[in-house]
């Protein structure tokens, strides 16, 4: 439009001076139009041109972003000060942080201490103009304080127009993993030729950037050559072996080469320069490869064992003979019934027989060589503590420890009760070499045991305690209350129960009925005393019961609901119905009462007292209502039948 407006004022000066008239004026406006016209021609297409740059701008960065983002690799923008201005997700993830911790603190808060020197030079070179782009590496802290190496290569953004540094963008890799191995792998070598020459051992290294094989002075000396004499050819060892031994010999050079085996290892025979053979233990190791997997570096060691072979020959009959008694005690572990693992002085397991992986559930293969608490978990039966088998139990010196209560718990928690017998192993010094324990399946004896257990203190009918179970636990209860001081109005209630009417069943249905009748009578006290309670069959149609109220109101409520159940039985025998009673006496189990036989004897007579008041009654012994209420004078205490 400026150019419009500059060519109508030319016109307008120009035209009067030319005297040119209106065909002039009308070219003139012509021009004019033009002009405009390319005018609005170019402004559109410059408008276009700026919106397709923003748009490519605008994709660039969303790429930028994209790639920024997904990326495996930690990428950081930094401020020249080392603010990290912003990060990307692997970046944080690769020392702990989340993105807003990290973008909140520098480069020289997250970088080792002893690393705080590395890439100085790289940064004052970037502000100078010098340095364009960077790589190098060093430590980082993780956000628990653990270093990490790091791969950091980056580059610095500019202006256009002043060439201004602005920001620097950084790649960042993990390569931890990398300087680990690396310095694990120095370290094996330092190792490893300080020990050989230290021992005077040969030493052979291998390296085809060299073009050849070097040997030490001691290798060659071995051989009775000198210094330099066989250094160059690669394959010249291979020629100066036993011809019996060096396919062999070839073989496991030719695995380790081609990456078949960790370490090159061989044992054969070389002749020495004089013509003799000598033994050799020849072992080395491949430790640089180039891409392609191809060696390009190996070192190792060369030790005349020619002694150690002639002994290991005067030694070979005795090795057979150990051998076949080996084999022999490895037969007879394997077929005998007994579990047996044998386990090393760190208690791991080195042997398991058969029966023994069968009880445990688990297979010998996987056992060996795991802590025998891996494989075998032994506790006692009562306590539930785990039965030690270490050497912390079973000490130097110590003879073999039994135990006949233990049980066994499987990796599936299944249990078998199990009696073990655990030996030390000590050797001719004296020292603790590792424990021998054999065990046998004992889960049906235990199960006997326990039956005859139950047996010995349970009624054969009813399944209730027996009389003398019930006066043992009497005692322990007079006992116990003498030893707490209980005195009246505490401690438990004792009550001796006599069927009613019983030996009419017995004359009329005979003993299996009064047995059946008895099985109902049980079960009816047991279901109306609460589960603390203790209820026996002193024998015949007597019973007893040790409540743990220690109110005798308490126990009168107890016992006429016993008296209810047994009159409520709907028992028949052949047909014909029966109906049975009871009489009940109660007295007192405390500090004052006596023994348990006095006690006993007690409730007896109080039980009587019940049956002379009609039978279906409850009585409290005079001592025991004394005891418990002295307001009422001692007298028997009758309920309805």
């Known amino acids: 439009m400026a150019l419009a407006g500059l060519a109508v004022a030319a016109a307008s000066v120009l035209l009067p001076r030319l005297s040119l008239g209106a065909q002039a004026l009308e070219l003139c406006l012509q021009v004019s139009f033009a002009v405009v016209a390319g005018a609005l021609v170019l402004t559109g297409l410059f408008m276009t041109r700026i919106s397709n740059d923003r748009r490519q701008i605008a994709e660039s960065e969303q790429r930028f972003r994209r790639a920024m983002e997904d990326s495996a690799i930690g990428i950081a923008i930094v401020s020249l000060d080392g603010r990290i201005l912003e990060t990307n997700p692997a970046f ?18 997250i970088t080792h201490p002893d690393d705080l ?35 950091l290569a980056g580059s610095v953004i500019r202006d256009e127009s002043s060439g201004r540094p602005l920001y620097i963008v950084s790649q960042i890799e993990d390569i931890d993993a990398r300087k680990q191995a690396e310095a694990r792998i120095a370290e094996a070598e330092t190792r490893w030729n300080f020990a050989l020459a230290g021992a005077g051992q040969g030493v052979w290294d291998l390296d085809m950037r060299k073009g050849g094989t070097t040997y030490s002075s001691t290798w ?24 019996d031994d060096r396919a062999g010999v070839a073989e496991a050079d030719r695995a380790h080469l081609d990456g078949k085996t960790e370490f090159f290892e061989a044992e054969f025979r070389m002749r020495h320069k004089d013509g003799r053979w000598i033994w050799i233990l020849d072992r080395g190791k491949a430790i640089e490869r180039d891409a392609d997997g191809q060696l390009i ?28 008694e080996k084999e022999r005690l490895k037969v007879t572990l394997q077929s005998i019934g007994d579990a047996v693992i044998c386990t090393d002085a760190a208690n791991r397991v080195t042997f398991m027989n058969p029966v023994a992986e069968k009880l445990t559930g688990v297979a010998a293969d996987e056992a060996l060589g795991k802590t025998l608490g891996h494989v075998y978990w032994a506790v006692d039966e009562e306590t539930g503590q785990r039965i030690g088998v270490a050497r912390t139990s079973i000490g ?28 030390p192993i000590m050797n001719e010094r004296g020292e603790f070499c590792g424990l021998v324990i054999v065990f046998q399946d004992f889960t049906d004896a235990r199960a006997l045991q326990r039956q005859l257990a139950h047996a010995a203190a349970h009624d054969a ?90 109110s005798t109101a308490g126990a009168r409520i107890a016992a006429r609901s016993i008296i209810d159940a047994i009159a409520g039985l709907n028992f028949s025998w052949d047909g014909r119905p029966h109906v049975i009673g009871a009489s009940i006496g109660l007295a007192a189990i405390n500090a004052d009462c006596g023994e348990a036989d006095e006690i006993i004897a007690s409730a007896d007579a109080a039980c009587y007292a019940a049956k002379a008041a009609g039978r279906g009654c409850v009585s409290v012994a005079p ?12 007298k028997p205490l009758a309920a309805a039948s």
């Not at 570096?297 to 076949?324: F, Y």
């Open 396 to 423: 130097a010196g110590m003879p073999s420890e039994q135990n006949s209560r233990a049980v066994l718990i499987r990796r599936d928690d299944t249990r078998c009760s199990i009696r073990q017998v655990v030996s």
């Open 623 to 634: 001592d025991s209502r004394i005891a418990d209420d002295r307001s009422e004078p001692p």
């Open 297 to 324: 570096r190996a070192i190792g060691s060369l030790t005349d064992i020619t002694r150690r072979k002639q002994a290991e020959e005067r030694l070979t009959v005795s090795a057979a003979m150990l051998a076949d």
């Open 220 to 243: 060659v000396k071995m051989l009775g050559f000198e210094d330099g004499e066989l250094d160059g050819d690669p394959d010249h060892w291979l020629t100066m072996i036993h011809p």
């Open 461 to 550: 009918l009813t399944g209730l305690a027996n009389r003398s179970s019930f006066i043992r636990t009497m005692e322990e209860l007079v006992g116990q209350a003498r030893k707490d001081g209980t005195t009246a109005g505490g401690g438990h209630q004792f009550m001796f129960i006599d069927l009613d009417h019983f030996k009419l069943v017995n004359d009329t249905g005979g003993h299996a009925a009064g047995d059946a009748l008895l099985k109902q009578v049980a079960e009816a006290v047991r279901g109306v005393l609460g589960p603390g309670d203790i209820v026996a069959r002193l024998g015949g149609d007597e019973f007893a019961v040790i409540l743990k109220s220690g």
């Open 117 to 151: 020197q590395i890439g100085r030079d790289t940064m004052a070179g970037l502000r100078a103009g010098t340095v364009d782009a960077f790589h190098f590496e060093k430590r980082y802290l993780k956000k628990d304080g653990t270093p990490v190496w790091a791969h």
């Open 92 to 109: 944080a993830a690769m020392l702990g942080y989340n993105r807003e911790e990290i973008e909140a603190l520098t480069f020289f808060q």
